[in-house]
T-cell receptor, first 108, second 115 residues
């Protein structure tokens, strides 16, 4: 069993839909990252959080440390949101473990 | 604008040849990392460096080598000893070794194909 599990693996949506991507982990962590990988391969850091909730534009990330679970929400999805979204957990203060990613396609 | 530059974007090599992937950053970050990405797997750490002239092996260092002679540069050499070198390679940096409050910045990657 992977230490970081993401669901779903693939997700398709119509423009305007509300999107939720989930990340569950099995180790004690000090922080969790949400990353976005564009079709060309480059990765952008979206959020880093250790508790509660963060919001940036149409993106919202939440984390429940007790349940070892985080969600990434996209409101009013748009085709430009199409990408692979990767969850990564930081444990032992210096070791990152990456999930395998969720591939999102948003159609107009 | 500050960022990380990886070159080339695509690289093709014959089996048995060593190849060096370039990574340059102008973010003034102390820590730099090399990751490998394979289909269906999460990113895996090859090597990291916390400071100039120092680097440490990651989880899958066998068949790879690095140097950190300048703060801005962290080249990765894929040697002929690496059994499965074909992969997507990502370079990253952070202000310091990954700790809470230190986000990662990534380059656009180099796709290496060895035949």
């Amino acid at each position: 069993k992977n230490e970081v599990e993401q669901s779903p693996q693939n997700l398709t949506a119509q423009e305007g839909e509300f999107i939720t991507i989930n990340c569950s982990y099995s180790v004690g962590i000090s922080a969790l990252h949400w990353l976005q990988q564009h079709p060309g391969g480059g990765i952008v850091s979206l959020f880093m959080l250790s508790s509660g909730k963060k919001k940036h534009g149409r993106l919202i990330a939440t984390i429940n440390i007790q349940e070892k679970h985080s969600s990434l929400h996209i409101t009013a999805s748009h085709p430009r949101d199409s990408a692979v979204y990767i969850c990564a957990v930081l444990y032992n203060t210096d070791k990152l473990i990456f999930g395998t990613g969720t591939r999102l396609q948003v159609f107009p | 604008d500050g960022g990380i530059t990886q070159s080339p974007k695509y690289l093709f090599r014959k089996e048995g040849q060593n190849v060096t992937l370039s990574c340059e950053q102008n973010l003034n970050h102390d820590a730099m990392y090399w990751y490998r990405q394979d289909p269906g797997q999460g990113l895996r750490l090859i090597y990291y460096s916390q400071i100039v002239n120092d680097f440490q092996k990651g989880d899958i260092a066998e068949g790879y080598s690095v140097s950190r002679e300048k703060k801005e540069s962290f080249p990765l050499t894929v040697t002929s000893a690496q059994k499965n070198p074909t992969a997507f390679y990502l370079c990253a940096s952070s202000i310091a070794r990954v700790v809470v409050g230190s986000p990662l910045h990534f380059g656009n990657g180099t796709r290496l194909t060895v035949t």
